[in-house]
């Protein structure tokens, strides 16, 4: 792989030690002769990555995701240190990754390329999300009803409070705590999982990537609200129909050439442990 120059630390000051680790960290890159420098901006804006190798964001999953857009403009690789409870994405931790670095910088790295969903308004207005695209209720005014389409083919109608519409890398995220499965990163698929269908039939749906999914919400009920990657995006309640697709850029997110997936989610889920002791 092509060895890293420069490299920008994005820094969650939220995290207790957080800045003191992108000082440390800008340091031993400095070492290995990239050019670094630090930001506490949150999230980044759509250019803050312009011109950069690397993005190493110092915080936890929530942080790596505050950089989507700028990874997405600048087509910068992206490393996640993980100083929370849970890294999916944010594999490293401080020590691992002042370990790992020099190898890094040098060119010792792979790049998982990470499928991204695009949500499209009625009005034309747009986001990008790396997890998913979530349409829920919100005043407990009771069940929402919306009509999905596949390229233009009915799916089904769902009365249920919300809708999961997820990426690989986000299946892991509220998709499985709703009940819906988990994917490899490699798989070309968006997952579609309902929250708390009223009617037991509808379960995860799994369709492949070039599908153009329509969501319109369905009179009477309350309008659903859109979060994207845990972000309430889009103000206006005249949003529907919704066309969610994967977007033609991926976010490449930098790995040790040994990473397994399966083993980080072995740990995170506790798969393994015994329930009897």
């Not at 919400?217 to 309008?223: L, T, Y």
């Not at 659903?224 to 969610?244: A, C, L």
Request: glycine share 10%.
């Amino acid at each position: 792989m092509q060895a890293i120059k420069t490299i920008t630390f994005a820094v969650n000051t939220t995290k207790p030690g957080a800045l003191e680790a992108a000082r440390y960290l800008a340091g031993i890159a400095e070492c290995e002769g990239a050019q670094a420098r630090i930001t506490t901006d949150y999230p980044l804006t759509a250019h803050a990555l312009d011109g950069q190798d690397l993005c190493c964001t110092i915080g936890g999953d929530g942080t790596l995701l505050g950089i989507l857009d700028a990874a997405l403009e600048s087509g910068a690789a992206v490393l996640g240190v993980n100083l929370g409870k849970l890294g999916f994405l944010a594999t490293f931790t401080q020590e691992e990754a002042g370990r790992d670095l020099p190898r890094l910088i040098q060119g010792h790295y792979t790049i998982s390329e990470r499928s991204v969903l695009c949500c499209t308004t009625r009005n034309g207005e747009f986001a990008y999300g790396l997890n998913d695209v979530v349409l829920k209720e919100t005043d407990g005014s009771g069940l929402i009803r919306l009509q999905v389409d596949s390229n233009g083919n009915p799916v089904s109608e769902y009365h249920c409070d919300g809708l999961i519409f997820s990426t690989p890398t986000g299946s892991t995220a509220y998709n499985l705590s709703a009940g819906g499965p988990i994917i490899g990163p490699r798989v070309s698929a968006i997952a579609m999982t309902p929250i708390c269908p009223h009617t037991l039939g509808n379960r995860s749906v799994i369709f492949d990537n070039s599908s153009q999914i329509s969501v319109n919400h369905k009179v009477p009920g309350p309008c659903p609200r859109i979060t994207i990657d845990g972000r309430v995006q889009f103000k206006s309640e005249d949003n529907f129909p919704i066309e969610i697709s994967v977007a033609e850029r991926s976010f490449r997110l930098m790995q040790n050439p040994d990473h397994s997936h399966f083993a980080i989610v072995r740990s995170k889920l506790k798969w393994g442990d015994p329930t009897i002791r």
